[in-house]
Nanobody, 124 residues
Framework: QVQLVESGGGLVQAGGSLRLSCVAS????????MGWFRQAPGKEREFVAG????????DYADSVKGRFVISRDNAKNTVYLQMNRLKPEDTAVYYC?????????????????WGQGTQVTVSS
């Protein structure tokens, strides 16, 4: 059984930073491709960032490219999402997800395990 637990969300002013963490239990994070998604009120869940299992290749949604960084610490079994220069439109619930298969993939149906989400609110 794989469990993913996110933390690090909160309220921040526009231009500020937050770092989200996703701790895995039951399997090590380097046996999965990992992704971060977000869902704003009234909108569909969307891909934000991902990191491959094998070589650590990363990819980002255009809306966050240059501002967000995904990373993985195998020793801590944790994946991070460093979010800089936050904007009000980044406000959403952020979810961590893990995928057993090949990567990159960008839709939520392609991921096998999910965390419960953490709220990020960016005030203007």
């Amino acid at each position: 059984q794989v469990q993913l637990v996110e933390s690090g969300g909160g309220l921040v002013q526009a231009g500020g930073s937050l770092r989200l963490s996703c701790v895995a239990s039951g399997r090590t994070v380097n046996t999965f491709a990992m992704g971060w998604f977000r869902q704003a009120p009234g909108k569909e869940r969307e891909f934000v960032a991902g990191i491959s299992r094998d070589d650590g290749t990363t990819d980002y949604a255009d809306s966050v490219k240059g501002r967000f960084v995904i990373s993985r610490d195998n020793a801590k079994n944790t994946v991070y999402l460093q979010m800089n220069r936050l904007k009000p439109e980044d406000t959403a619930v952020y979810y961590c997800a893990a995928r057993e298969g090949a990567w990159p993939v960008y839709t939520e149906d392609d991921y096998d395990y999910w965390g419960q989400g953490t709220q990020v609110t960016v005030s203007s």
